[in-house]
């Protein structure tokens, strides 16, 4: 409500049935602008106009002059939506129409046994909240045990780790946590490779230690799969 209306039906309250020179005397509002006042709130349904030489008006009482500044402001709101309903509508077929890019999912190749553990480091150096790892080779548990450590004591982040027998056996795990084993029928090809997930986000995924070639991507699908796996009690049995 602007100023001068506020002021007017606030000294309407305490001096009613009055002119509206006599409000241009109480309230200090100029006689060219009181009008201005005086005819916005009879529009919001805030005041009675008593038709005379000169007019008398008459405040309308809070609860009735509020309900009815409700009402007003309601209605408006409910013409806004109406129009912006209409707008969407006529926007909507206009951007269905439009041709939409296909979304690419990037992925990069990493090579050679040196680079592969490099970027596994920075990974695991990265990750704040979950790191999930399956670990085919004891090279590759070597050469990011200490990785893995300092992630989960100094930064607590959360370690899933799955491994062959081979690597369990042949490294010091203690450091680590719980440690699962790859176990299921159809864990011989997960064998032959190892991932990297860290924070549902990126996946690294080392399809053969010995040609030295890894694979880097942010598929959401894929790593979810590959998350999926970890979970299954049957494919990687929990041996501490």
Not at 20 to 44: M, N, V
Not at 45 to 73: C, E, H, S, T
Request: aromatic share 4%; with cysteine; hydrophobic share 40%.
């Amino acid at each position: 409500m602007p100023t001068h209306e506020a002021l007017t039906y606030v000294t309407l309250l305490a001096h009613p049935n009055i002119t509206a020179g006599t409000l241009c005397k109480e309230t200090g509002i100029p006689d060219s602008k009181i009008y201005y006042a005086l005819d916005g709130l009879s529009k919001k349904g805030m005041l009675i106009v008593q038709k005379g030489n000169p007019n008398i008006y008459l405040p309308m009482p809070p609860k009735d002059a509020i309900a009815n500044l409700k009402q007003q402001l309601t209605e408006r709101l409910n013409e806004k939506i109406k129009e912006a309903d209409v707008l969407a509508d006529m926007l909507t077929p206009v951007y269905e129409s439009a041709a939409k890019p296909e979304e690419l999912e990037v992925a990069y190749i990493v090579r050679g046994q040196k680079n592969i553990i490099n970027r596994m480091k920075t990974l695991i150096a990265t990750a704040r909240k979950e790191i999930t790892i399956f670990i085919s080779h004891p090279a590759v548990l070597n050469g990011v045990k200490g990785s893995l450590t300092e992630a989960r004591e100094k930064r607590r982040v959360k370690l899933n780790i799955a491994m062959t027998r081979e690597a369990f056996e042949k490294e010091d795990t203690s450091d680590l946590g719980k440690i699962r084993l790859l176990s299921c029928s159809t864990s011989q090809s997960v064998e032959s490779l190892g991932m990297l997930i860290t924070d549902m986000s990126t996946l690294l995924t080392l399809s053969d230690w010995f040609e030295e070639v890894a694979m880097l991507t942010q598929d959401r699908n894929l790593i979810r799969v590959c998350r999926e796996y970890y979970d299954n009690p049957v494919c990687c049995t929990e041996v501490r």
